[in-house]
């Protein structure tokens, strides 16, 4: 438990460092260029995973039970997806999808905390996530996050063993990578088709890293989710459309006692107070054409 608190302490300091990079701008392509993922033997699904009914359709009384006020239903998503993904070249690096729909995106993190009531809170209100996966933490229990695809959300990469990835030769990196690659796609049967390095921290090697083991991007995001309040990167303090928010898999020892559905409770809250529907990210994203 202390680690993953070290792990919290110091992903604040190392998204400090790059917030100002990052902020400014939805997506970064930088330099350089990435070999074809050719390491990954299976095809992306056509949206990254699994698919299941619209977001937002939950009735009232499901919203009621968990003692929320339900959110805007999610509009359709463009048919011309904002976000387009290419087989090969360095892979774009991004913070938020620029949409003029009145959405956010959730993503949630590691997968340390496996609360069964949160899997009967995401079937009753149906609302999307997208998680990005450690297989240090989740492979104590695979089946859990099975329930979470099998409700159409979406599993990504986020390596074997949570370094701080800018930190690593190239070869160390690619082994992160690849070797979480691999694991997701036996285990959920779509291969991962958006990486998010810990901490926020990655250089030119993690983006040659994950573009030869198949990520095609690089996911940041914009608003963090502590216990009850969103944490912003924009001096405005405010969602905007298109925003992805950070949340994390944990539980009480980390949430000063708070469950996952009671934090998960607060940020839907704050997103409602604002007026913005949740939508599901890998919706507004083009996957590569494989050839």
Not at 30 to 37: D, I, L, N, Q, V
Not at 41 to 52: I, L, M
Not at 170 to 186: F, N, S, T, Y
Request: proline share 8%.
């Amino acid at each position: 438990m202390k680690r993953h608190n070290r792990r919290g302490r110091l992903c604040g300091a190392l998204a400090g460092a790059v917030v100002a990079v990052l902020a400014v701008g939805g997506c970064d392509t930088g330099g350089g260029s990435a070999t074809h993922p050719s390491a990954v033997p299976v095809k992306p699904a056509a949206s990254g995973g699994r698919t299941s009914a619209a977001p937002g359709t939950a009735d009232a009384a499901a919203w009621r039970k968990w003692g929320l006020t339900p959110l805007p239903a999610a509009p359709q998503p463009p048919a011309d997806k904002p976000v387009k993904l290419t087989a090969s070249g360095t892979v774009p690096v991004f913070t938020h999808v620029t949409t003029s729909q009145k959405v956010v995106f959730i993503t949630i993190d590691d997968g340390q905390e496996k609360d069964p009531r949160f899997v009967e809170m995401m079937r009753d209100l149906k609302i999307p996530i997208t998680m990005f996966l450690m297989n240090d933490v989740i492979k104590s229990d695979y089946g859990y996050f099975r329930q979470l695809q099998a409700l159409g959300n979406h599993i990504q990469n986020h390596t074997l063993h949570h370094p701080v990835m800018s930190t690593l030769p190239l070869a160390r990196q690619k082994e992160e990578v690849c070797g979480d690659q691999k694991i997701l796609i036996k285990e959920y049967g779509t291969a991962p088709l958006l990486f998010r390095p810990p901490y926020g921290a990655y250089n030119a090697n993690t983006k040659t890293a994950v573009g030869e083991c198949g990520p095609r991007a690089i996911v940041w995001w914009r608003e963090s989710m502590q216990i009850r309040n969103l944490a912003y990167q924009l001096p405005d303090k405010k969602l905007h459309p298109g925003d992805i928010i950070l949340a994390h898999f944990r539980g009480p020892s980390e949430l000063k006692g708070a469950t996952m559905t009671q934090m998960f409770s607060s940020l839907l809250k704050r997103i409602q107070e604002q007026g913005f529907a949740v939508a599901r990210l890998e919706d507004y994203i083009q996957p590569p054409t494989l050839h």
